[in-house]
């Protein structure tokens, strides 16, 4: 194999601050929690310490919410909050290469996936949502729809800024207000986005970011002003929200964890399958909510498609974030990476057989080897629980019905991959799944035109697309 001279992106270009401040009715304020100290995973460094909101704080930003509801974005034309909407779309294009790697230094992923993947598409999302802005009317939710109001957001550390965007944008486009609350591990890119808000001149408390830990999230999500709650993250929490949200009449999106199913035949372009499962259970180091982690591969072909797949994914470089070669960087917390430990001892005590690549690891910061059980059985808790990290668990099947069935046995329900030459074969597997997003031949594409959501245990709602602008109109 050729060696790699390092190529590592410059940090400078991210402009660090050794402060971040809190974004409440158009202004960066301090905030009344404890501040915190956010961790570069990839070296386990400390880059900047942020402030964080206390209980009045977040008082303060739904009021801010509802004032900018009430006096401008609940009724301002659609035409004209799209020009707000392109603005910021256009601002994140043009601050592109500093998000991109302030987004790799804050979470660990590689500059070459939160370049071509996390800050495109965070653009795009907005891009989207800003041409629905003037044209909801035609949405198909009646000739005028209404807005909700102000809207309560939390989301996880995974995709920090891309997760944002899925959440302000389309709120923006219908004319709701957002107080959002990104992870406490990942709050940077968040607040740059909010810099970039205020640089697009959005009317103040449009927007305002709140970071801090899930007390803060739980004050967004339970107060009492909020109209809409929009949570992406763990099941258990989620369910949490639910409990609090029932009978309150305010609406209610979730968006949790996966256990995706990605299903080889016997007749599927093997070499292909394999780029598709490795992209589909390492990117983003398998800190991905629609992962593949259940291959479910046709026993004809399984011992040579594991073989093909062992050879291809040895040849995965993991290690710093910031180096362009890199394809898995660093896990995003040492408490994720004892979690995916734990799992994985699971894995070794119920007899599963693992193969890990032998590829380096940094001696600091968070990393977790590229790691592939065979003979998982269905009943073990690598083939049931979400891992969130680089573990793929593979079991087989002998008849398509078979596939099918373990597929679906599972409680969530938010992704699930085909891969067969057949035409007739993916329609009639796709229809069988129990799943919001089947990808066939291809795995983990993302594209705001296309409603992204789950079953189950996944949670409810859809984001993306023309039904996604359903959970932020009052329809
Ligand atoms: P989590 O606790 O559900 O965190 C998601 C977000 O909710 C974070 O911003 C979190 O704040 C906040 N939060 C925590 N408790 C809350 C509460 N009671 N009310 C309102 N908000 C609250 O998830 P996690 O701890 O980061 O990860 C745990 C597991 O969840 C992972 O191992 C993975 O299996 C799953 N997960 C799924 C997704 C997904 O995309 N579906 C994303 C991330 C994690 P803090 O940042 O302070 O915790
Ligand atoms: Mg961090």
């Known amino acids: 194999m050729w060696e790699y001279a390092p190529a590592p992106e410059s940090r400078d270009i991210a402009n660090l601050k050794p402060t971040y401040r809190m974004f409440v009715d158009g202004q960066f304020v301090e905030g009344a929690g ?7 995973p990839g070296t386990e460094e400390v880059l900047a310490e942020v402030s964080t909101a206390a209980p009045a704080d977040v008082d303060k930003a739904v009021k801010a919410a509802r004032r900018a509801y ?13 020009k707000y909407i392109f603005r910021i779309a256009r601002l994140i294009q043009e601050r592109g290469r500093e998000l991109a790697v302030l987004e790799s230094l804050d979470n660990g992923k590689p500059i070459k996936e939160s370049r071509d993947v996390d800050v495109p598409t965070a653009a795009a999302h907005f891009f989207y949502h800003a041409g629905w802005a003037d044209k909801l009317g035609y949405a198909g939710y009646g000739p005028d729809p209404k807005p909700l109001g102000v809207a309560g ?3 996880p550390w995974n995709f920090p800024l891309l997760m944002a965007a899925w959440k302000i944008a389309p709120a923006l486009a219908c004319g709701n207000t957002v107080v959002l609350k990104p992870a406490e591990t990942t709050p940077l890119t968040a607040l740059v986005l909010a810099e970039i808000i205020q640089q697009a001149d959005l009317p103040p408390g449009v927007v305002n970011i709140l970071p801090g830990a899930g007390d803060v999230g739980a004050a967004v999500t339970s107060h009492p ?14 369910k949490l929200i639910q409990r609090q949200l029932a009978g309150t009449g305010r609406k209610l999106t979730l ?3 996966g256990k995706a199913a990605n299903i080889v035949f016997d007749d599927a372009p093997l070499d292909q399958a394999v780029e598709g499962i490795v992209n589909g259970i390492f990117f983003n180091q398998g ?5 593949g982690s259940r291959l479910l591969v046709q026993e004809s072909v399984a011992e040579e498609l594991l073989e093909k797949l062992r050879v291809r994914v040895s040849t995965l470089r993991v290690g710093d974030p910031l180096d362009k070669n890199t394809d898995v960087g660093a896990i995003n917390s040492r408490e994720q990476l004892t979690k995916i430990q734990q799992l994985v001892e699971t894995g070794d005590a119920e007899g599963a057989e693992r193969w890990t690549s032998a590829c380096p690891l940094p001696d600091k910061g968070f990393y977790f080897a590229p790691t592939v059980f065979s003979n998982v059985s269905q ?16 079991l087989t099947f002998r008849t398509p019905d078979e596939a099918v069935a373990k597929a679906n046995n599972t409680p969530y329900g938010l992704s699930a991959g085909i891969w067969t030459e057949k035409g007739s074969r993916i329609l009639w597997a796709a229809q069988k799944m129990r799943a919001g997003v089947v990808w066939a031949n291809t795995f983990n594409r993302f594209d705001p035109t296309a409603p992204f959501g789950g079953y189950q245990e996944s949670g409810f709602g859809r984001e993306g697309g023309r039904t996604g602008l359903e959970a932020y109109l009052d329809v």
């Not at 800190?287 to 992962?291: E, L, R, S, T, Y």
């Not at 009943?379 to 793929?392: N, S, T, Y």
Request: net charge negative.
């Open 379 to 394: 009943a073990m808790r690598i083939a049931r629980e979400e891992i969130f990290g680089p573990v793929l668990s593979v």
């Open 287 to 291: 800190h991905v909510c629609c992962a």
């Open 225 to 238: 002003d909020v109209d809409k709650v929009a949570f992406t993250g763990s099941t258990e929490v989620g």
């Open 34 to 40: 404890e501040p915190l100290k956010t961790v570069n």
């Open 255 to 257: 968006e949790l964890g």
């Open 70 to 82: 009430d006096r401008v974005w609940g009724k301002m034309p659609g035409s004209e909050r799209a």
């Open 153 to 155: 957001q939390v989301i």
